[in-house]
T-cell receptor
Framework: AQTVTQSQPEMSVQEAETVTLSCTYD???????LFWYKQPPSRQMILVIR??????QNATENRFSVNFQKAAKSFSLKISDSQLGDAAMYFC??????????????FGTGTLLAVQP | NAGVMQNPRHLVRRRGQEARLRCSPM?????VYWYRQLPEEGLKFMVY????????ESGMPKERFSAEFPKEGPSILRIQQVVRGDSAAYFC??????????????FGNGTRLTVT
């Protein structure tokens, strides 16, 4: 069974600085997707970025980028130029891409990011 | 285009009562997923439904929990005889019929169930 581990329960960053959130996962599959979701106090789950395992190039979305290391099964999220609105809980998630695969996501336990003004 | 709508936003039930959580997927979406988020934990998959069909219920507790997605109307997650351990945030998510990279999940804002 696949598992997702986020070893940093809490992180803090100064506004305008850069922060990296860690995520590791365990799987025997070769085809899958990885995601980072943001959950602000409103509780809404917002997709931040996604990565297909077959792509070597790291995904980037504006100030958000990932460092995907497939062999190490690592998928970290880098937030550049941090803003106060980035303060939230961040979840790493895994989705299988095998036959019959669905949008069944496996989530980590989350990292609570605080942004200091 | 309204997003995934869940109601109620907050629900309080006494032990032994029934809880009904509703989810209306995004327009054009026919796949619905329910996830549960216990305090201090990530979301955990419960069940995946298409219209009138349960596709995967591997994450559903064996007793007291049921889900449906009728041909007309919202998807319902039903919890009978609630216990304090059922207190959690329940999230619904939907996706369009075609799976794959271009169909990410869209989540609702969740229903927070409190059992007293």
């Amino acid at each position: 069974a696949q598992t997702v581990t986020q070893s940093q329960p809490e992180m803090s960053v100064q506004e305008a600085e850069t922060v990296t959130l860690s995520c590791t996962y365990d799987t025997s599959e070769s085809d899958y997707y990885l995601f980072w979701y943001k959950q602000p106090p409103s509780r809404q789950m917002i997709l931040v970025i996604r990565q297909e395992a077959y792509k070597q190039q790291n995904a980037t979305e504006n100030r958000f980028s990932v460092n995907f290391q497939k062999a190490a099964k690592s998928f970290s999220l880098k937030i550049s130029d941090s803003q106060l609105g980035d303060a939230a809980m961040y979840f790493c998630a895994y989705r299988s891409d095998y036959g019959g695969a669905t949008n069944k996501l496996i989530f980590g336990t989350g990292t609570l990011l605080a942004v200091q003004p | 285009n309204a997003g995934v709508m869940q109601n109620p936003r907050h629900l309080v039930r006494r032990r032994g009562q029934e809880a009904r959580l509703r989810c209306s997927p995004m327009k054009g979406h026919s796949h619905v997923y329910w996830y549960r988020q216990l305090p201090e934990e990530g979301l955990k998959f419960m069940v995946y439904l298409q219209k009138e069909n349960i596709i995967d219920e591997s994450g559903m507790p064996k007793e007291r929990f049921s889900a449906e997605f009728p041909k007309e109307g919202p998807s319902i997650l039903r919890i009978q005889q609630v216990v304090r351990g059922d207190s959690a945030a329940y999230f619904c998510a939907s996706s369009p019929p075609i799976q794959g990279y271009n169909s990410p999940l869209h989540f609702g804002n969740g229903t927070r169930l409190t059992v007293t």
